[in-house]
């Protein structure tokens, strides 16, 4: 399986597959019974069984460098809202508008747990 860069219904249920094979041959090592994943649920860059949840890694430790100007003008989405960075302040807070055209003001790790787009 490639690098994925984003979860979907083909790439999760592939994933539930290989986790449900390694989990049952660690529970068979040890003599244990294994779990089940229990329901599955994912966005673009967390997949969450009923006990576990697994995100993607952050864009800044593989795509982008941490300096404002690769930020300004820059677009993510969280939680179903899309950001654009368009102020940087200076104390690694930014301003991000929303699509709605609202503004919120967004520490750097903030924009490193969101989905670039």
Same mark, same amino acid.
């Given at each position: 399986?490639?690098?994925?860069?984003?979860?979907?219904?083909?790439?999760?249920?592939?994933?539930?597959?290989?986790?449900?094979?390694?989990?049952?041959?660690?529970?068979?090592?040890?003599?244990i019974t294994a779990p $089940? %994943?229990?329901?599955? +649920?994912?966005?673009?860059?967390? &997949?969450?069984?009923?006990?576990?949840? !697994?995100?993607?890694?952050?864009?800044?430790n593989t795509t982008m $460098? %941490?300096?404002?100007? +690769?930020?300004?003008?820059?677009? &993510?989405?969280?939680?179903?809202?899309? !950001?654009?960075?368009?102020?940087?302040?200076?104390?690694?807070?930014?301003?991000?508008?929303?699509?709605?055209?609202?503004n919120f003001r967004l520490?750097?790790?903030?924009?490193?747990?969101?989905?670039?787009?």
């Amino acid at each position: 399986m490639n690098t994925i860069k984003s979860f979907n219904r083909i790439n999760v249920k592939e994933l539930r597959v290989e986790l449900e094979n390694a989990i049952r041959t660690i529970c068979l090592k040890h003599g244990i019974t294994a779990p $089940s %994943l229990g329901d599955i +649920s994912f966005d673009d860059d967390t &997949f969450t069984t009923s006990k576990l949840t !697994f995100k993607l890694e952050s864009i800044f430790n593989t795509t982008m $460098s %941490l300096s404002s100007e +690769s930020l300004i003008g820059k677009r &993510f989405k969280s939680v179903g809202r899309i !950001f654009t960075i368009k102020l940087d302040y200076g104390d690694n807070t930014y301003q991000g508008t929303t699509q709605n055209g609202k503004n919120f003001r967004l520490r750097k790790d903030q924009i490193a747990d969101m989905s670039p787009l």
